[in-house]
């Protein structure tokens, strides 16, 4: 089965900074990467489909890019209500597996 | 709007069984692959099982192959999990998801105890 590995596993940052987090897949998975974004107490949301595409609504701050093993999501200006757990997950072939997570907290 | 509704969860034995529902609602659910993902407490999200549109395909997560059927009714709009020989491991937030890979729609969950 393909690994996905995700850096850092927390992090903390100040509103407005540049958040970037890294997904490694532990073979080629092209632009099959999804990300979720799930706010404490809440269910996971669609952030971010084939590496790099927003889903619908999501706001543009956020943004994905990447492909065969190497994946990033990027927040451009972190914003309090960004506070949530990240995972990527691989979609290219069975299973589809997720990454163990990032925590973003507000410095 | 979408709309995922999952019932069935509680609190069973271990070796015992539970038949969660996902209750579909917003979209054509005939045209859409399925899926099953879990979350222990405290925990990440796992994928456990997914189902093609006409039931016709049936993928399952290494642990819980043999003990876990997924299954749907189009004409009910309705996806199900039949969980049995549960065990401790099993314990999670069950999400229904619509799609196959990319879980574009998630219901609010529902939570599954195995514990003595």
């Known amino acids: 089965d393909i690994q996905m590995t995700q850096s850092p596993s927390s992090l903390s940052a100040s509103v407005g900074d540049r958040v970037t987090i890294t997904c490694r897949a532990s073979?080629?998975?092209?632009?099959?990467l999804a990300w979720y974004q799930q706010k404490p107490g809440k269910v996971p949301k669609l952030l971010i489909y084939?590496?790099?595409t927003l889903q619908s609504g999501v706001p543009s701050r956020f943004s994905g890019s990447g492909s065969g093993t190497d994946f990033t999501l990027t927040i451009s200006s972190l914003q309090p209500e960004d506070v949530a757990t990240y995972y990527c997950?691989?979609?290219?072939?069975?299973?589809?597996?997720f990454g163990q997570g990032t925590r973003l907290e507000i410095k | 709007e979408v709309q995922l509704v999952e019932s069935g969860g509680g609190l069973v034995q271990p070796g015992g069984s539970l038949r969660l529902s996902c209750a579909a609602s917003g979209f054509t659910f005939s045209s859409y692959w399925m899926s099953w993902v879990r979350q222990a407490p405290g925990k990440g999200l796992e994928w456990v099982a997914n189902?093609?549109?006409?039931?016709?395909?049936?993928y399952y997560v290494d642990s819980v192959k043999g003990r876990f059927t997924i299954s749907r009714d189009n004409a009910k709009n309705s996806l199900y999990l039949q969980m049995n020989s549960l065990r401790a491991e099993d314990t999670a937030v069950y999400y229904c998801?619509?799609?196959?890979?990319?879980?574009?729609?998630w219901g609010q969950g529902t939570l599954v105890t195995v514990s003595s």
């Open positions: 084939a590496a790099s």
């Open positions: 997950q691989k979609y290219n072939s069975a299973p589809p597996n």
């Open positions: 073979q080629g998975i092209s632009n099959y």
């Open positions: 998801a619509r799609g196959k890979g990319v879980y574009y729609d």
């Open positions: 189902i093609k549109q006409d039931g016709s395909e049936k």
